[in-house]
């Protein structure tokens, strides 16, 4: 699986607008799942954030170069995804392969003239698999789904969103829905996976969902503080507080290296900068968080 683009430019508008066809195709194939799906990843902040009526000298958001779908326990519990394969497989997708040509049970892919979108089906991790390194739940010989922790905050927080143009087979689709991460899981799913693996990628995802959705940080904050009190949205919060409360911590500088291109060595101007509050509430009471956080160009 190649690694997520360190920077803004490595996100072509072609991939991208077909993972959106992609997405679009899904609610098609898979309408009578809907409920026990969740768009996750990368391609939320272009659903939840409406792209066409931004405000003044904000920017479109990068979008994403593959698809993420959570899949409900019950997929799981119930044995649906016997269906939900059986339906894939109809529609035209198959397991995509890795580097060594060996099928990824976990990842699907799609292909039309244009090029190929893959879709990486993920499920809540369950206590057995606390402590673990997260592996595959294979569901079937040919599908598999990965353990994410968090991911029924998705379920929770979500919000249905209307679909229209066309999809990856040139199909022209109209009022459909699907349902798509709140700003408040999301906040905790990106943060859990920014301090999993480092991306540049997710730290910007952060900062462009806290700054855009809605009415900006405290909305957002309150559907963070909807999702009540649970081990992922305390961990999401030290997360926060470790990697994007100064201008030097290493969240913010890799969301600026995304956005700019540029390594973080000593800063050349300030690009762009932001102040906001961000509720949290903790067992005892609510906390705020000052998150000053600063988008820089680094020389």
Not at 30 to 59: R, T, W, Y
Not at 261 to 268: D, E, N, V
Request: aromatic content about 10%; proline content about 4%.
């Amino acid at each position: 699986m190649q690694s997520k683009p360190k920077t803004i430019t490595g996100y072509e508008s072609e991939q991208v607008e077909l993972v959106l066809m992609t997405c679009r195709y899904v609610s098609t194939v898979l309408g009578d799942f809907l409920d026990e799906l969740v768009v996750v990843g990368g391609l939320v902040p272009s659903l939840i954030i409406e792209q066409a009526n931004l405000p003044e000298g904000v920017e479109p958001h990068a979008g994403t170069m593959d698809l993420d779908i959570g899949l409900s326990l019950a997929v799981y519990d119930d044995q649906l995804y016997q269906k939900i394969t059986e339906r894939l497989r109809g529609a035209g997708f198959s397991p995509d392969t890795n580097e060594k040509g060996n099928p990824t049970n976990q990842r699907w892919q799609i292909t039309n003239a244009e090029g190929k979108v893959t879709i990486d089906f993920l499920i809540p991790a369950t206590e057995e698999d606390i402590g673990k390194l997260k592996r595959f739940k294979n569901l079937e010989k040919d599908f598999a789904a990965l353990p994410a922790d968090g991911l029924m905050l998705a379920f929770a927080d979500y919000i249905e969103v209307v679909l229209n143009g066309p999809t990856i087979k040139g199909e022209m689709v109209e009022n459909r829905k699907i349902r798509v991460c709140g700003p408040g899981a999301f906040v905790v799913l990106k943060a859990i996976a920014f301090a999993n693996r480092g991306e540049n990628k997710d730290a910007y995802d952060l900062f462009y969902t806290i700054r855009n959705y809605g009415t900006g940080p405290d909305e957002v904050g309150e559907r963070f503080i909807s999702l009540g009190t649970n081990e992922y949205c305390d961990r999401a919060i030290a997360i926060l507080k470790e990697n994007f409360l100064k201008i030097d911590h290493v969240g913010v500088r890799r969301a600026a290296e995304f956005l700019l291109g540029k390594p973080s060595m000593t800063i050349a101007m300030i690009f762009f900068s932001c102040e906001f509050s961000f509720c949290f509430k903790t067992r005892l009471s609510f906390v705020i968080v000052f998150v000053k956080s600063n988008f820089l160009h680094f020389g």
